[in-house]
């Protein structure tokens, strides 16, 4: 399993950015895939998680109604459209491919990421 995230870069506050994963092969069939971050101080966190079997995306407390995971199974690309991004989103985004599944009363999600991109750089500035 290859993924290669693209899109990163840097917005004021209140813009919007979408990232791109590119995957490899049956990605998506094989595994659930989604959206990590690592936050300065920080330990990673998962934003977003889908599987293809369920195909409603899980999603953490603090980007949900910002953030839209979205699949493009024709270009075996993932996506995650950002809006009204804040200073506190900067980071490092990763997609990764493994196992989620949802948390108590459909908040949030579990995961085991097996496989890991290399990450793009995500700047917010105030």
């Known amino acids: 399993v290859q993924l290669v995230e693209s899109g990163g870069g840097t917005v004021q506050a209140g813009e919007s950015l979408r990232l791109s994963c590119a995957a490899s092969g049956s990605t998506f069939d094989d595994h659930a895939i989604g959206w990590f971050r690592q936050v300065p101080g920080k330990e990673r966190e998962g934003l977003s998680c889908i599987k293809k079997s369920v195909g409603r995306p899980y999603y953490t407390d603090a980007v949900k109604g910002r953030f839209t995971l979205s699949i493009d199974n024709a270009k075996n690309t993932m996506y995650l459209q950002m809006n009204s991004l804040e200073p506190g989103d900067t980071g490092v985004y990763y997609c990764?491919?493994?196992?989620?599944?949802?948390?108590?009363?459909?908040?949030?999600?579990?995961?085991?990421?097996?496989?890991w991109g290399k990450g793009t750089q995500v700047t917010v500035s105030s």
């Open positions: 990764a491919a493994g196992y989620c599944a949802p948390g108590p009363q459909g908040r949030s999600f579990f995961y085991t990421m097996d496989y």
